[in-house]
């Protein structure tokens, strides 16, 4: 079945350090590709999108690029804060789920140190 | 926009007792999702509606869970007879139409004693 592997956290850096965060999928068909974010105490947001093959998502200075040939929607940011620190999420939905639901990988916890 | 509402956030129960929960979704969002979360992992998906038809159920609904969302407006979630494995965050989401972006609420964090 479908599935999404994430990179094991915790992830503990300094504060302005560049980021990777790994996430590799398994999927039937094209999925459309996300990372969400869960800050401590607050709910999911999403943080940025691709719906297609070399897409890039972009958003508050996180990148993501869909690479179809990897399987894989690495997140990306050049210069972290304290702020940055939060639980990741990579999710997949895929076409032949008419009802859209996301498939989630397990998550990795970032900490920013000052 | 209010974005999606979840309510209680949090709730304590015997084992046994019963729980409802409640999710608003955002104004004209038709499709509702429901997923369950627990410590460490990412959430689980459990049940969908689009308005008023929940489409799909996920195997990890036992018969004691039940989802309604009347009128394609609100939607709740019911436990009965709860276990300790329920202790759990339980998140709603919805969005629109064709679009794949789901918007979270910010959940409700059940805890079984």
């Known amino acids: 079945g479908d599935s999404v592997t994430q990179m094991e956290g915790p992830v503990t850096l300094s504060e302005e350090a560049f980021l990777t965060i790994n996430c590799t999928y398994t999927?039937?068909?094209?999925?459309?590709l996300f990372w969400y974010v869960q800050y401590p105490g607050e709910g999911l947001q999403l943080l940025l999108k691709?719906?297609?093959a070399d897409d890039k998502g972009s958003n508050k200075g996180f990148e993501a690029t869909y690479r179809k040939e990897t399987t894989s929607f690495h997140l990306e940011k050049g210069s972290v804060q304290v702020s940055d620190s939060a639980v990741y999420f990579c999710a997949l939905t895929t076409p032949v789920d008419s009802n859209y639901q996301l498939i989630w990988g397990a998550g990795t916890k970032l900490i920013i140190k000052p | 926009d209010t974005g999606v509402s979840q309510d209680p956030r949090h709730k304590i129960t015997k084992r046994g007792q019963n729980v409802t929960f409640r999710c608003d979704p955002i104004?004209?969002?038709?499709?509702l999702y429901w997923y369950r979360q627990t410590l460490g992992q990412g959430p689980e998906f459990l049940t969908y509606?689009?308005?008023?038809?929940?489409?799909?159920k996920s195997r990890l609904l036992s018969d004691r869970f039940s989802a309604e969302r009347p009128k394609g407006s609100f939607s709740t979630l019911e436990i009965q007879r709860t276990e300790q494995g329920d202790s759990a965050m339980y998140l709603c989401?919805?969005?629109?139409?064709?679009?794949?972006?789901?918007?979270f609420g910010p959940g409700t964090r059940l805890t079984v004693t």
């Open positions: 989401a919805s969005s629109f139409g064709g679009s794949r972006e789901q918007y």
């Open positions: 999927a039937t068909g094209y999925p459309s």
């Open positions: 104004s004209e969002h038709n499709r």
């Open positions: 691709a719906t297609k």
């Open positions: 509606f689009q308005n008023e038809a929940q489409l799909e």
